[in-house]
Each structure stands twice: as C-alpha cells, then as structure tokens.
C-alpha cells in the first residue's frame, strides 16, 4: 500500500486529501476516518468482483452505506 497526500483548492477553500492504498479488509479505525472509497476489481476475473461485494458489505457494516462516497473501477 502507498500514501498520498496533496493540498488542493476547491471553491476558494483548501482541503487536505490523503489517499491511502489498502490492501485488505477494512478494519472500524479506516472507515471511522475514510470520506470516500474506490473500489477496483479486474474484469477479467470474477472473483475479484465478488472480493470488491464482500468488501463493500463489510465496509456498510461497519459505517452506514450512504456515510462514505463510493466509486467503483473495473480494470483490463
């Protein structure tokens, strides 16, 4: 996993942004913390879909599913 972090403008006002490589399920410390989350899966292999299911399940679970902006990629 990797970090990133970068000082944006948006609408005159700075934000931090963080993004965090995870690898693995997410635990209550990430998503206390997490605003938004891409999930990404291969198109060539269902099984990753299905891993990206379970973990969007586990993550509503642990934080109301409309609390965190989510997006999903699927990848070649």
Same mark, same amino acid.
């Given at each position: 996993g990797g970090q990133f972090k970068r000082e944006v403008t948006v609408d005159g006002q700075?934000?931090?942004l963080l993004i965090r490589e995870e690898a693995?399920?997410?635990d209550a410390q990430f998503a =206390?913390?997490?605003d938004a989350v891409?999930? /990404?899966f291969s198109l060539e292999s269902?099984?990753?879909f299905e891993e990206v299911a379970?973990?969007?399940?586990?993550? =509503?679970d642990?934080?109301?599913a409309?609390? /965190?902006a989510l997006a999903l990629v699927g990848t070649q």
């Open positions: 700075s934000h931090l693995g399920a997410p =206390s913390w997490a891409i999930f /990404v269902e099984s990753s379970q973990l969007h399940a586990l993550l =509503s642990l934080r109301g409309g609390d /965190v």
